[in-house]
């Protein structure tokens, strides 16, 4: 009896073994994901005073948040096609090369790195290169005699598309990379012994493959812009074109008091876009990795 009763202890104690490394890990998601998106919830739900209300859902209809929802909407629709139209034709490129290549190597290792370069130190090196009185802008004025600073469309959302792709088609191209990898050279070889052409090969075979992996890509990139905040932080000093600026405006405004709230309605807003917007890119990933197998 003992001795089952040991064996049974040792096998609970090799079960739990192989977890304890992800302990860090489930304890960062609980502290840095799961607390925040609980604290935004019950916050949507609530007054000033803790009580449970729906007034601030009501604040999601005005003009100000429906105009700063369609200004989301069209920064991340815009940079994520534009990402995903010119990360993909990079990514082409970079696959088509050999796989011991210096250059593809050393692309995708750039492209690495400038996924993740946003925030204050994106933002200062526009400003710093095509700003009032950035390197760019003063060269081609003093060459050319061009102003293409204009009329200040960098700090606006114009600017935000143009600097939003920096980071956009880097991240396509490590995204998308592996499913130019995954075509298989025989599926070609295949349809060109079958007499079809280059051309028949892509629209009938590559392409209807590759679609799922770029859709794919193409909400990621929309959730990415969607959420970014500290770029536009930056760039944007005056107005909310965008729902992340709503949410610091309602938090931090010392002229409108009692808006913490809303901004947790505006970011409860924002969970709900992002999770609907991953779900369809894990159905989308799902039906990928089918043949990338």
Not at 173 to 192: D, S, T
Not at 211 to 238: D, I, K, R
Request: aromatic share 10%; net charge neutral; hydrophobic share 60%.
């Amino acid at each position: 009896m003992s001795t089952t009763t040991a064996s049974e202890g040792s096998g609970r104690r090799f079960a739990v073994g192989p977890a304890l490394p992800l302990l860090p890990f489930l304890v960062f998601v609980l502290v840095f994901l799961v607390a925040p998106t609980l604290t935004v919830v019950v916050g949507a739900f609530q007054d000033e005073n803790g009580a449970l209300t729906l007034g601030n859902l009501d604040a999601l209809t005005s003009e100000a948040a429906l105009t700063a929802l369609k200004g989301s909407l069209i920064l991340s629709a815009s940079t994520a096609i534009i990402g995903a139209l010119l990360g993909a034709l990079l990514a082409y490129l970079i696959v088509s090369m050999p796989p011991q290549s210096l250059m593809r190597r050393s692309t995708l290792a750039v492209s690495g790195v400038l996924a993740q370069f946003g925030g204050v130190v994106l933002a200062f090196a526009w400003i710093a290169t095509i700003g009032p009185v950035g390197v760019l802008t003063k060269a081609m004025d003093d060459l050319v005699g061009a102003n293409i600073y204009g009329s200040g469309w960098l700090f606006g959302l114009p600017g935000l598309v143009v600097v939003y792709c920096y980071f956009q088609i880097p991240l396509m191209v490590i995204v998308f990379a592996p499913a130019f990898e995954g075509l298989r050279p025989q599926w070609r070889e295949a349809a060109v012994n079958l007499g079809a052409s280059t051309w028949d090969y892509w629209r009938h075979v590559a392409l209807p493959l590759l679609l799922p992996a770029f859709l794919g890509a193409l909400l990621l990139l929309f959730a990415n812009a969607f959420a970014a905040y500290a770029t536009a932080a930056v760039l944007v000093s005056q107005g909310q074109p965008i729902v992340p600026l709503m949410i610091r405006q309602a938090i931090t405004s010392e002229v409108l008091l009692g808006q913490a709230n809303v901004g947790f309605a505006l970011a409860l807003e924002m969970i709900v876009v992002v999770t609907l917007v991953m779900v369809a890119y894990n159905v989308l990933l799902r039906r990928t990795a089918r043949w990338m197998r």
